[in-house]
């Protein structure tokens, strides 16, 4: 295409045809090839690289260069092919790691919608970036209490458990007589490597998806007259160019988890140096390491509180010094605690539990009170603004922050508890890990029952709406042979679609559950300090049975999904398959930017969207040609996003077709401040013309549901769904049920696309009425 640009360009003033018109498709989830997209096996890339490129038929690369009859004024279809930025090569299942951090970004998103609230705005975008920081404290202390706790302290000093796993052997005491490894607090300093590399490993993984996604520049130029992009925030031009806030989180929560590890090391250490008879040196010089710790501690917060992200203007600056200095400031503390702990105390040791259970609840309590907090003031927000179809009334967002928290509970008390059996089959040579952490496991059982009631309940519902839509696909399809077997097919297929609007219910239902019952082991723990069958040994026979069957079954089942997720993170490094179904997960999670953790998974759409807004800018410029971008599922979300990001002029050229798309379905209720009804409305309005196709059957896409007489301006009536019931003259074998896919097979989509080049004019914004929308 460069080439074929090129050539057009060197043509003077003769230059391509006038009514050149291009037809940019983009896939949606899961991904597509330029050969299925364009119904052509051959294919050329025209532009970009192997992660993510544009593709045309082998005929059409010069299409620009040849007379307009050639063609029959069809326009030259381009396909966008996005697919590796989700689901690449193997290195993309350690993304699995990195779930509870991707969806309290998710969090950070879902805010409801408010104009004049600007310091409540700044308030949520902080208190999720408070979650976040707190979810890696939490994950850096489960390894901490794997590598130090379970595997140094208790099982290295237990001459039992040492026995058993002999790869120890050089740090137990009686197995090494007392070798120079054997000392607790050399065992300890030794143990610090792995939660260590654990943090070296998230920054080398933010690093290296950093260089790749976030450096990739939008387009930038002054603003012109009419501009209506500050109607959302999507067309602001540093939206998608978040380089900046990465770089200073990741610096933040890279010295958070080193200082988690020195904070381990110190206060096991310093606790007993301050016993009587201790060390008066070794005392002092703890005393001054936990207040530098402290203060690290302070540093990280305002650094995270300074400031959110810069949307208004493309930021191009980096704070070199802070982005270096404040990790090495923490590397340099933990290398000072390494060499405290590890000095030689000859009455130290190794008794009980590593001293600092306790934090663990402190994180969970900490974490309760920001999800809270959030709550409150995304209900002010809510008020402010009431956006009746927006998810939870505006409680989307502290609903998915406190999940994710509860999922990096369960990823935390997973590991500790596998990793306390793999050590200790007989369960009592050490004493485990920390009580909350079996609490937390033990409400794992009550919280699956009621799930299961909500889904028993989400079935029933759906039994009865597709008995009632029975009756409506027999109104539908009058004059068909009746099929009652098609019949019902038809319309569980229907009711089935129906169940992606229920999803409120369930994660509201499941978000006040786990709130309720994560308070409840937290306050078990904390007032007990013992285990929930051992809390219950003097209760009524029912209540410890329910308690030690509780506790018993969320052990195994913290166990089970342990496994299973190790072994599909096992699987998708080998098969590319695997690894092709958790893209389609990233596909939906990872559209948004980084903004509230810098350990996620990276955003695709940071250099997804760039990329679009540079070929429908450039080419129409080029070309003056009609272009019309055609995305489906997911890739209509990119659309929308590129065509805010366009300068009036060329999005007033632009035409936009979507069809199977979430945008106000998933969307708008879930992310109302960016795709509510005022900024769907405007991008009606910005560009020339817009068409929205969807299937009563598609369980993702919907109508896009503007007010007024918007609204058949976009939306076309649903789509028959199947195209025949039965045998036609047309169809002769039964037709199928496509629900979310293959909507170009649809005569309805030619259709479509006809009327909105038709509605286009080459080199000048199409007329519209003026109604004020």
Known sequence: MERAQERAAAGGTAGPEPTTALELLVHGVGGATPEKMLHDPRTERVTGDDTAAIYRRADDVDAESRPRGDRDGKPVPEAYVWSNLTSGNGARALWLLLLPFMVVNLAHWMRPAARGRARAVRLYGLLVRLAGLTLTVLLVAAACEVALDLAAWQCAGTRACAERNSWLGFMSPALSHNGWWSPPGRRLALAAVVPTVLVCLLWYLSHRTWSAYESARPMSGSAEPGDATARTALGRPGFWFGRRLVARLRAAHTAAGLLTVAGALTYA?????????????????????????????????????????????????????????????????????????????????????????????????????????????????????????????????????????????????GVSQRVADWLDGTGVTIPGPPVLLTWQASVIPPLLIVLLLIVAWLARRAMRLARAEAATVEREYPQESADDGRTRRIARTRAMATLTDRAPVLVAVTACVTLLLGAGALVGAMTTDRTPATAAADAHPFVHGAAQTAQALGSWLIGLGFILFVTWGRRAYKDASARRTIGILWDVGTFWPRAAHP??????????????????????????????????????????????????????????????????RLYGRWFPAYFGPASLSALHHDVDCWRNLYRVTDPIGGPIRLTGECGPEVDREALDDPLAFGRTDLHPLPAPILGHSDYQADPAFEDERARLLDRLHPGVPGQRPETGT
């Open 269 to 413: 250490a310093a606790r007993h140096d301050r016993e009587p008879g201790g060390p008066a040196t070794l005392d002092w010089l703890g005393r001054l390491l936990e207040a530098a710790l402290v203060v690290g501690g302070l540093g990280v917060l305002w650094v995270i509180c300074r400031r959110g992200r810069s949307e208004r203007r493309l930021d191009r600056e980096l704070d070199g010094h802070l982005v270096r200095r404040l990790p090495l400031a923490a590397l340099t503390l933990l290398l000072l605690a390494v060499l405290y702990t590890g000095w030689e105390r000859p009455d130290w040791r190794s008794t009980h539990g590593l001293p600092g259970d306790a934090a663990f609840g402190a994180v969970t309590l900490v974490q309760g009170l920001f999800v809270l907090a959030l709550g409150v003031v995304a209900h002010v927000l809510h008020r402010a603004r009431p956006e009746p179809r927006a998810a939870m009334r505006g409680l989307g967002g502290p609903a998915v922050a406190l999940l994710a928290c509860a999922l990096g509970g369960v990823f935390s008390g």
């Open 599 to 664: 350990f996620a998974p990276p955003c695709y759409a940071e250099r997804a969207v760039p990329d679009l807004t540079w070929r429908m800018a450039t080419w129409t410029k080029v070309t003056g040609g009609r272009l019309v971008i055609s995305g489906h599922s997911q890739g209509s979300v990119l659309a929308a996003a590129a065509a805010w990001q366009l300068t009036p002029s060329v999005r007033r050229r632009v035409a936009l077709l979507t069809y199977g798309s979430p945008l106000e």
